[in-house]
């Protein structure tokens, strides 16, 4: 094959496809965010540096993981751009990341109480993010409620029903929060918190944006979600608004060079472009609404909008997140979480709301016996298949990941069969505690 | 085509140690045999083995299928999903038995419009009409505002199994409609006027004789919608249903860092149900000669409905097409509206969506006729092809291919892309030399093995209608093979290869599981991507909706032109015009 007939060709090839980019210097990004949000960015860029063309690519952050994953060895993406640092730091455990090394002035180490880059240099963070509910005004007003403002008012028997999440087996920025309230409140006390929650949910949502856009319809009331979504939301014009608990985590959102990128030069030169000013004030675009990780870009954002970096700013304080806890039992808690929750839903939702008429039932009586039965019931959805201990046990948790590392290497059991016994136990727990709680409302 | 006219010729040429003596018909088989192994079985076998691995050694094991049945919630699932599946059958049956026998047995006017827009759920993506169905039908909904607002009660239509049901059975009952519609067409009228001649008339009549006639097309529509449930994963997934078996896999197969090897095994059993489902549904139309040798029959015959008649009929195909067309209402209100939110209309009405659309939606909708159209070229001929070989060769494992083609069906899109991707991981395509795993002909080719089955059902009720005896006569008159295929039964499958390319196409034009797999980069994205895109964003709801209203648009002018030669089709055969 001569290279004028190859020529001819590609020359064809391009004429048919109509891929136009092939003369500019392509760099291939791999993310999460949504268009609003690459969208403004890539035009800053591009503005900024003519000849460089950005080749966006949406996928979910699990699917944008397997995506490298799968294609490792013979890869076409030049960045990895996304929210959750865990997916991060799957890809940096696969050695799928490069060392990033890009050069930035006016960026501080911390966010909150939160290390802004990697240690390692393989990811960076470019902008932050918390957890916050968000709740829409109509609904609310339709269902005479009031906005609640910290976790624990969610598990109010008035939001029974109204209150929706997203699985943080299926959304990176869910996970993060499930983990917050896990090491804010400690183990037990967390996950008793998330049941208490989850009981008043209307829905588990597949994926993360399900969330905001059940707020923003009105399908359900309030939201557990990342703050961005709540201000872009409402800048978008629905009747919706946004507040952080004081228990919540500002963690950065990341970006990071491929291994063997074929562009790495170009990939560099955006995570750089970025970290400028001009790149961080894109942050501040009304359907982007993302911390910058830059101070002095709080300067040109609009009132009203939260600088965690001012004095005296609790966002973000209350929590000292510990990533390697969060990393050691990654999966261990998303299966925890669906198999007590997310798979059982219903089981749940009768029993929560079987203590909670018994609770209403009993409020000011002093009926000694319904107040055992109901403090019994409540143990029994609160009771947790594992301890703390057990959850940061290396080998156990091994049952959960993926990999074996040698061929040698043997796990006790299979995670079918442990959830298969974590599923009889809640099963059997949740109808206990309903069946004790509907004596004691009887009484 | 003219290769195989003249079977064997390239043969001749070649010695016979090379090139064993093969007929022209075995050889397309071998050559469509290769294709799936290479397209279908290869992917999903590089996917599935997991199931047979030991996640902690990597040895051979059954352990994972013992876990399974010994899961709760996995038999609760299989139990869901078949009660699901189960429901929607019925559901989508009485949706489309009436527009069916309607539209075919009386004179009604619009009844091609009446086809054609029944036509129109299939061609929604799956997501797009979770979301316009929850603004219609959800705990919020329009209906179950003004249902409080007016009385204090609310239905729960979205809820649980319930909402998968109903969007399932208006997504698929097309499926039902479309086969059930071709096969009342193609009955021949002298078996129902021998019927009228000993007596039979009404509901017995219908019972007794047409129905039972009409069955291939049934079967095949009720199949398809059975399988299709039931190892649907978008529904499930968009209403929020965990606890049933294609979510429960994807749900473990998509997870970061999961891949314990449950969803492996989900994504085995599924197929070998499905299989399973196909195989009964073959075994129940098995010894039946549904096949009448006077072609041209012109269907049954219609007559005129009287007033009260016509009234009634009417106001039923009102009723069930505003129930079928609610996605599509929505999704015109949500197009155009500014702020949709806890309300039974949306605030206030703008164009400003299509214009924000129009700017960056362009490639989408070239790409996407690109892709579902050269997958629907390919996957009729496929089709036809193999219908042909099945129904009227003796070619040995002529069965297998029905079963290979129709087992794609069951094979989640999610586990064909994964599996695309490790094929042809590290090829690079000729002479460009781009990797081919990011190569858009792997999405077309994705869509085209995904799509086949549709195709091929269409193909093999049309040929079950053509008599073998006209082929016969064919052939005692000299004809060849291929000139017989040609001329006589291409021909008289045109209807059903018509539907099953319509079938592919638009179903293939809204597919999303495999691509969002394979897409590779912005500039090769089809439409359905784009408007998953879109509606990923608070502020891109309005513009998302109104890409998929422009989709609906493209699909359904298509559909009603198809329709157009169909019935052209049918004027010229009843009044013997046709050569």
Redesign the interface.
């Known amino acids: 094959m001569n290279s004028y007939v190859r020529g001819t060709l590609a020359a064809a090839l391009l004429a048919t496809t109509s891929t136009m980019a092939m003369a500019a210097d392509k760099v291939v990004v791999i993310t999460s965010f949504p268009n609003s949000m690459t969208g403004p960015i890539e035009a800053a860029f591009e503005a900024a540096n003519p000849g460089v063309d950005l080749e966006i690519l949406n996928k979910k952050t699990s699917a944008g993981v397997k995506y490298i994953q799968e294609l490792a060895g013979a890869n076409t993406a030049d960045v990895f751009w996304a929210s959750a640092p865990d997916a991060f730091e799957v890809l940096k455990g696969d050695n799928l990341l490069a060392t990033a090394s890009v050069t930035s002035t006016g960026i501080p180490d911390t966010i909150g109480s939160y290390p802004i880059n990697d240690p390692d240099g393989k990811y960076i963070g470019f902008a932050a993010a918390g957890y916050g509910i968000m709740w829409n005004e109509r609904y609310l007003k339709g269902n005479d409620l009031e906005p609640a403002k910290e976790w624990s008012d969610l598990k109010n028997p008035e939001y029974h029903g109204h209150v929706g999440m997203s699985a943080p087996s299926r959304s990176g920025t869910t996970h993060l929060t499930v983990e917050t309230l896990l090491q804010g409140e400690g183990w037990d006390k967390g996950w008793a918190e998330w049941k208490w929650i989850a009981g008043n949910f209307a829905t588990v949502t597949e994926r993360s944006f399900g969330v905001p856009d059940g707020v923003n319809t009105g399908n359900f009331g309030l939201g557990i979600v990342i703050d961005f979504f709540g201000f872009s939301s409402k800048a978008s014009g629905f009747p919706v608004d946004f507040a952080y608990p004081t228990v919540t985590a500002l963690v950065p959102a990341n970006i990071a060079v491929v291994n063997e990128a074929p562009n790495g030069d170009g990939a560099r030169a955006f995570i750089e472009y970025l970290l400028t000013p001009a790149g961080q004030e894109v942050l501040l675009d009304p359907a982007i609404m993302r911390l910058p990780v830059n101070p002095a870009t709080y300067e040109a954002a609009p009132k009203g909008f939260p600088n965690p970096f001012a004095e005296g700013s609790t966002i973000g304080a209350a929590v000292e997140f510990d990533v390697f806890k969060s990393k050691a039992r990654y999966n261990l808690v998303n299966s925890m979480f669906d198999v007590m929750i997310t798979y059982r839903l219903d089981d749940l939702r009768s029993a929560v709301r079987a203590v909670q008429l018994a609770e209403a039932k009993h409020a000011t009586g002093d009926n000694a016996e319904a107040k055992a039965l109901i403090a019994e019931a409540r143990a029994l959805i609160e009771a947790n298949p594992i301890d703390e201990a057990q959850s940061l046990d290396a080998d156990f948790a091994a049952t959960f990941t993926k990999k074996r590392k040698k061929v040698t290497d043997t796990v006790g059991e299979r995670q079918a069969q442990v959830e298969q016994g974590w599923d009889t136990m809640v099963v059997e727990n949740y109808r206990r505690a309903q069946e004790l709680a509907e004596k004691a409302a009887a009484m | 085509m003219s290769d195989t006219s003249r079977p064997g010729s390239l043969a001749d040429k070649l010695p016979s140690a090379l090139f064993p003596r093969v007929s022209g018909l075995g050889m397309v088989a071998l050559l469509i045999a290769l294709l799936l192994i290479g397209l279908l079985i290869i992917p999903v076998l590089l996917v599935i083995y997991v199931a047979f691995q030991d996640?902690?050694?990597?040895a051979l094991t059954l352990?994972?299928f013992q876990?399974?049945f010994?899961?709760?919630?996995f038999r609760e699932s299989f139990w869901n999903s078949f009660y699901v599946s189960a429901m929607s059958v019925v559901v989508a049956t009485i949706i489309a038995l009436p527009l069916a026998y309607i539209t075919t047995r009386f004179n009604f006017a619009g009844s091609m419009v009446i086809q054609s827009l029944g036509f129109i759920p299939l061609i929604m993506p799956p997501f797009v009409g979770a979301v316009a169905m929850?603004?219609i039908f959800?705990?919020?909904g329009t209906i179950n505002l003004l249902l409080k607002e007016k009385f204090g009660v609310s239905i729960p239509f979205m809820d649980?199994l319930n909402g998968v049901i109903l969007v399932q059975s208006i997504h698929y009952f097309p499926f039902i409609l479309i086969n059930l519609s071709t096969s009342l067409r193609n009955i021949d009228r002298s078996m129902e006027e021998a019927a009228q001649n000993l007596g039979s008339y009404g509901m017995r009549l219908f019972r007794r004789v047409v129905f039972p006639l009409a069955m291939p097309g049934y079967i095949a529509g009720a199949a398809l919608v059975f399988i299709k449930v039931f190892d649907d994963l978008g529904t499930p997934?968009?209403l929020?249903v965990?606890?049933m078996l294609a979510?429960q896999a994807f749900?473990r197969i998509?997870?970061?860092?999961?891949?314990?090897?449950?969803g492996y095994v989900i994504s085995f059993i599924l197929v070998m149900f499905s299989i399973f489902s196909l195989w009964a549904s073959f075994l129940f139309m098995r010894g039946k000669d549904y096949s009448t040798v006077q072609k041209g029959g012109g269907g049954l015959s219609k007559r005129d409905l009287r007033t009260h008649e016509k009234i009634m009929a009417y106001g039923v195909v009102a009723m069930i097409l505003l129930a079928v067309l609610s996605p599509h209402i929505g999704l015109t209100l949500l197009s155009f509206a500014?702020?949709?939110?806890?309300?039974p209309l949306p605030d206030g009405y703008t164009m400003q969506n299509f214009v924000t659309m129009w700017n960056?939606s362009g490639?989408y909708i070239?790409n996407t006729v690109i892709y579902a159209g050269l997958a629907a070229v390919a996957d009729i001929i496929i089709g036809t092809a193999i219908a042909y070989i099945v129904m009227r060769t003796k070619i040995f494992g002529r069965k297998a291919l029905d079963y290979l083609a129709t087992a794609a069906l069951a094979v989640p899109g999610v586990v064909l892309g994964?599996g695309y991707?490790?094929l042809f991981?590290?090829m690079e395509v000729p002479?460009?030399g781009e990797?081919m795993?990011?190569w858009?002909v792997i999405i077309a080719l994705a869509l085209m093995i995904r799509r086949l089955p549709y195709a091929l059902r269409a193909c093999t009720a049309a040929l079950q209608q053509v008599s073998v005896s006209l082929e016969e006569a064919a052939e005692n008159l000299g004809a060849s093979k291929a000139r017989t295929v040609k001329k006589i039964v291409v021909p008289l499958m045109t209807g059903g290869i018509l539907a099953g390319f319509v079938t592919s196409f638009a179903t293939a034009a809204v597919e999303l599981s495999a691509t969002?797999?394979l897409?590779?980069?912005?500039?090769?994205a089809p439409l359905a991507y784009g408007i998953y895109?879109?509606?990923?964003?608070?502020?891109?709801?309005g513009a998302g909706a109104a890409l998929g209203l422009v989709a609906v648009l493209i699909v359904g002018l298509g559909t009603f032109l198809s329709q157009m030669v169909v019935e052209r089709d049918k004027k010229y055969r009843m009044s013997g015009q046709e050569q």
């Open positions: 996640p902690n050694t990597g352990n994972n876990d399974f010994g899961s709760s919630l929850q603004l959800g705990r919020n649980g997934l968009l929020n965990n606890n979510p749900l998509s997870s970061i860092g999961i891949s314990d090897p449950m500014t702020i949709w939110s806890y309300a960056s490639e070239t994964i991707l490790r991981h590290g002479f460009s990797p795993a990011s858009w969002i797999m897409v590779s980069s912005d500039s090769d895109l879109f509606m990923q964003t608070p502020s891109g709801r």
